[in-house]
Nanobody, 121 residues
């Protein structure tokens, strides 16, 4: 079993910043990438950003490009999402997901509990 624990969410004014963290632990054999998603009220969960585990490739949804930065600490199995210039439209529950394999050889398909980000004046 794999555990993903997100943290760092909160209430921030438009233009502010937050840094989210997601730590993966448990029966992990290998990680190829980690991904951030978000789900706003009444909307489907959407992709936000992805980073490969060597850290040399990242990709973002257009709406956050230039404002958000994804990074990782492979020694800690932790991924971060630095969010700057936050907008009310960024309000959502943010989730992380790990892509890889468990020690039993099965693909990882675990989600964290999410962390709430609210952007409002």
């Amino acid at each position: 079993q794999v555990q993903l624990v997100e943290s760092g969410g909160g209430l921030v004014q438009p233009g502010g910043s937050l840094r989210l963290s997601c730590a993966a632990s448990g029966s992990i054999s290998s990680i190829s990438s980690m991904v951030w998603y978000r789900q706003a009220p009444g909307k489907e969960r959407e992709f936000v950003a992805i980073i490969n585990w060597t850290g040399d490739t990242t990709y973002y949804v257009d709406s956050v490009k230039g404002r958000f930065t994804i990074s990782r600490d492979s020694a800690k199995n932790t991924v971060y999402l630095q969010m700057n210039s936050l907008k009310p439209d960024d309000t959502a529950v943010y989730y992380c997901k790990v892509v890889g394999y468990s020690r039993s050889g099965s693909p990882l398909n675990d989600w964290g509990q999410g962390t709430q980000v609210s952007v409002s004046s």
